[in-house]
């Protein structure tokens, strides 16, 4: 997966009248793996493997970011590319989506299982919904990860709820999107994010637009 794919993130996500999957394989940090992507309207913008989800993954390879041992816990994971690299590095990773998203969330962990095992635990995969069931989590998580997730303006306030409650103990999140102006996607990282953390934009891929934000709870609200 090379990433020069057209990159068209709509609002809608009922997009796919047809039904299919396509395999890709990626290698980060000495660890490949293979994501299934089912293509169909029931998942919409969930199928994909968004440009965003491997710009963080090299992210976190480029500049050592140290995953072993951390509890993780990845938003808005679609296929779960970023939970599963974490995990195949040693992390205790939970992985989650809306409903809709969870079964091919575990297919994709249970398809890269090490042939040794995990090297940690099997990552756990379930349903999150911002806004609503946050609270049915703990706020100990060591980082909090999101890819391309920032492009829907009325779930920026329930992003936020959630991001507030499961970084609330101290965990970083690490957040990459693409920077869409068709979407409001800077207004989320200059006028949401600030209202509750200290954000600071720690890597932009101008050819790509894509940009990783570093951000932890303020303790100043």
């Known amino acids: 997966m090379n990433g020069e794919e057209e990159d068209v993130f709509p609002v809608d996500d009922d997009l796919f009248e047809e039904t299919f999957s396509a395999d890709c394989i990626y290698k980060f940090c000495g660890e490949e793996f293979k994501i299934n992507q089912a293509?169909?309207?029931?998942?919409?913008?969930?199928?994909?493997?968004?440009?965003?989800?491997?710009?963080?993954?090299?992210?976190?390879?480029?500049?050592c970011v140290p995953l072993k041992g951390k509890k993780i816990?990845?938003?808005?994971?679609?296929?779960?590319?970023?939970?599963?690299?974490?995990?195949?590095?040693?992390?205790?990773?939970?992985?989650?989506?809306?409903?809709?998203?969870?079964?091919?969330?575990?297919?994709?962990?249970?398809?890269?299982?090490?042939?040794g095992g995990?090297?940690?635990?099997?990552?756990?995969?379930?349903?999150?919904?911002?806004?609503?069931?946050?609270?049915?989590?703990?706020?100990?998580?060591?980082?909090?990860?999101?890819?391309?997730?920032?492009?829907?303006?009325?779930?920026?306030?329930?992003?936020?709820?959630?991001?507030?409650?499961l970084c609330k103990e101290g965990a970083v999140a690490y957040?990459?999107?693409?920077?869409?102006k068709e979407h409001g996607t800077h207004c989320f990282y200059d006028d949401n994010l600030p209202q509750k953390f200290n954000v600071e934009l720690v890597q932009h891929d101008q050819e790509q637009n894509i940009s990783i934000y570093r951000a932890t709870v303020r303790r100043d609200v």
Not at 42 to 61: I, M, T
Not at 80 to 100: E, H, K, Q, S, Y
Not at 102 to 112: D, F, G, I, Y
């Open 39 to 63: 293509f169909s309207a029931n998942l919409g913008v969930a199928a994909r493997v968004w440009d965003a989800a491997p710009y963080l993954c090299r992210f976190f390879e480029e500049k």
């Open 118 to 165: 995990w090297c940690s635990a099997e990552p756990a995969v379930v349903p999150l919904s911002w806004g609503q069931d946050q609270e049915n989590f703990p706020s100990d998580w060591d980082l909090v990860l999101g890819a391309d997730i920032v492009y829907l303006s009325d779930t920026y306030p329930l992003l936020l709820e959630t991001l507030t409650h």
């Open 175 to 180: 957040l990459s999107s693409k920077m869409r």
């Open 73 to 115: 816990i990845e938003l808005g994971a679609g296929t779960g590319v970023v939970g599963i690299l974490a995990a195949r590095l040693g992390a205790d990773v939970t992985i989650t989506d809306l409903p809709l998203a969870v079964p091919q969330l575990q297919k994709n962990v249970s398809a890269n299982t090490p042939p």
